[in-house]
């Protein structure tokens, strides 16, 4: 059994995954890595997974599938992982090896002590090409350092501050336990992987070293901003399979609950962002099912969201009542790093 079980989805990704790769490795063999190759048809990336098998046996496993998007690919990682504790990295991402060091520092910690850590939490830089001052996502003001806490000792996240895939290392056998089954041929799905496991998360840690490095700026990205649009009927599809894998009203941490709220506001306002900004009335009549949707499956939640500042600079009439959005989309630009 290994400390760790880090998993790349991988998909054409030739250009940049050895860089992911090469910066995993000096884990050694507490720590197993699961290429996964899911269909690649334009590129190596099929035989750069197999080199690395090759060269790092007991260390890289390669695995093969067709194509079903990144979630399938986190699904066969997580079916796979022998590890204790379990982490997605994409394939165009890497890791500070200073960070990475001090990360199974504390995972060997609680495997070899008494207490059990559900999730680790770290901080995640936004590797934003072009940009002189790379933007930290910490949450020094949300969680004590360095600390075994649970959900009741958490203390303030501030409106824009989330916990992200980037953020997170889970225990594998409580991810499992929740049920999580990602979406196939769906983008944004990171944000369920983050979401559902919450209520399951009894115990947490806040590690505040810069961990995580989030590479945005191609064109083809995903959270790159008309990408999102063109797509809009994904994160649609994600933030109602948010809105219904957990019954907040059963949710026993009053802080918890807050939090999924706000994060159920964030996913409301994203999807309403891209409807507003693509400009098209197709769009806009899908942000108004969508609200029309959860009016239906939960009318508290629906008027909690719907009236909160956010909801209301969503669905003020007019030319004018969306220009307000505009404060509400630079909070959506801090979630996901727009490019």
Not at 48 to 64: F, L
């Amino acid at each position: 059994m290994k400390l760790l079980t880090i998993t790349i989805p991988c998909y054409n990704s030739e250009a940049y995954m050895r860089n992911c790769i090469d910066s995993l490795l000096p884990g050694g063999d507490e720590v197993e890595i699961l290429i996964v190759d899911d269909g690649s048809t334009k590129d190596n990336t099929a035989k750069i997974a197999d080199e690395y098998e090759k060269n790092y046996p007991g260390v890289c496993r390669a695995i093969h599938q067709e194509n079903g998007g990144h979630g399938e690919a986190v699904n066969a990682g997580l079916r796979e992982a022998t590890g204790i504790y379990f982490k997605v990295v994409d394939s165009d991402d890497w890791v500070n090896g200073e960070a990475y060091q001090e990360v199974l520092e504390v995972l060997r910690r609680f495997v070899y002590g008494d207490e059990t850590l559900d999730m680790l939490v770290t901080n995640f830089v936004y590797e934003k090409q072009g940009a002189k001052h790379k933007r930290v996502m910490q949450y020094r003001t949300a969680l004590p350092k360095r600390e075994l806490i649970t959900w009741d000792q958490v203390k303030v996240f501030i409106l824009g501050q989330y916990i992200l895939m980037h953020s997170v290392v889970y225990r594998t056998e409580m991810l499992r336990g929740c049920g999580l089954n990602l979406p196939k041929h769906t983008f944004y799905v990171d944000n369920i992987f983050v979401y559902q496991p919450l209520p399951y998360v009894k115990t947490l840690y806040y590690l505040d070293v810069n961990f995580y490095r989030y590479f945005i700026g191609r064109a083809d990205q995903s959270v790159n901003e008309q990408v999102m649009i063109g797509r809009i009927d994904q994160q649609i599809l994600v933030t109602k399979h948010m809105l219904e894998c957990c019954d907040l009203a059963k949710v026993g941490s009053r802080k918890l609950r807050h939090y999924m709220v706000r994060y159920l506001e964030i996913m409301m306002t994203i999807s309403s962002i891209l409807a507003i900004r693509s400009g098209t009335e197709e769009n806009m009549a899908k942000k108004k099912e969508l609200w029309q949707y959860l009016r239906k499956a939960n009318l508290a939640l629906f008027l909690r969201l719907r009236w909160g500042f956010l909801g209301q600079s969503m669905n003020l009439p007019g030319k004018s009542g969306r220009s307000v959005s505009v404060a509400a989309y630079k909070i959506s630009q801090k979630f996901y790093g727009f490019n």
